[in-house]
């Protein structure tokens, strides 16, 4: 599911955009490549950025040698490209990304920004540069909070190369993508295979949840809600991908039992929100939700679609829950 990534692409602003996608070509390119000496420097450049940290400050790199970086695998390397991306599905590009881009195009502040981007001006070359001074100096490595959890995180990969599929790969057929290509299919499957040594099926069985309609189920009594910029949202209803029935929300609460139809659905998009926009609330985070890796329900958005998602399901409910108290009489 490429289109993942493709959300947040959509969400930049248009030099970025055009020199993060300049950016990647050029690394995949390169490391696809047989320049050995070029492809040496490129991943001791990526990787140095990565550990180095603001003002200049390289000695987080002080043990990192060529040879080192020379035996790192190419979709690690490339995928370093992608750090800017980390916290995007919850905080969006405002919050999580524009400082990067800040950084990028006005090459940490010493230049005006081009309105086609770096490599408008001066070339691939000099965008990337600027792209990993960028990384150094917004430093996400040394980004304080708790580490994931494991046990979720094997759950939520077991639930998606059982069944989900949800595959987070580049699109190798896109050139304008600023995902990488060597994050692909086979990769993903890899990993998969190598969590799960057992008890998976050769490939997700996506059949298990599409049987259910996919982007053309019509059912009763739900409401869906996305954000306009979830990455998340081109497996709902709501997805605008080319390949997708371009079905729109409606808010108009429909009578109970009767399914929504071709071209519609109940629910709601809100206009640049992000993932769960709607399920957080606090404006002031507490002492559990401080910093880019705790979300809870710290909301540094906007407390609206919280508040605008549950008035309508409330007027849902209204509508509904006579429907249900009648069957249930029934019963």
Partial sequence: ???????????????????????????????????????????????????????????????????????TSDVDVASILMDPLDFYQYYGFVDSILPFCNLLETKNFTAAP????????????????????ALAELDYDSIPGS????????????????????????????????????QSLELFQQQCNEAFSDHLPTWPQVGNINKYGGWDMQPSNIMFANGEFDPWRTMGLASIESNAPQRKPSIIVPGCDVPSNATTFFGITYDNMVHVSDMRVL??????????????FYSPVSQAPFYTGLGLFQLALDEWLPCFAAKSARV
């Fill in 147 to 182: 580490a994931d959890d494991p046990v979720a995180d094997m759950s939520w990969m077991r639930q998606y190369c059982s069944e989900y599929g949800f595959y987070q790969r580049g699109d190798p057929d896109n050139p304008l993508s600023i995902e990488t290509s060597f």
């Fill in 1 to 71: 599911m490429w289109a993942y990534y493709a959300a947040a692409q959509r969400s930049l602003t248009t030099n970025c955009s055009a020199d993060w996608v300049a950016v990647t070509s050029y690394v995949d390119n390169v490391l696809r490549g047989t320049n050995a000496t070029l492809i040496e420097d490129l991943k001791f450049d990526l990787l140095k950025a990565r550990l180095s940290g603001p003002g200049g400050n390289t000695s987080g790199a002080d043990g990192l040698t060529k040879q080192q970086a020379n035996k």
């Fill in 283 to 296: 404006l002031i985070p507490d002492s559990n939700h401080t910093d880019f890796k705790t979300i809870g």
């Fill in 114 to 133: 081009a309105e086609n981007g770096i490599v408008s001006i001066s070339g691939v070359e000099d965008a990337l540069q600027a792209f990993l001074a």
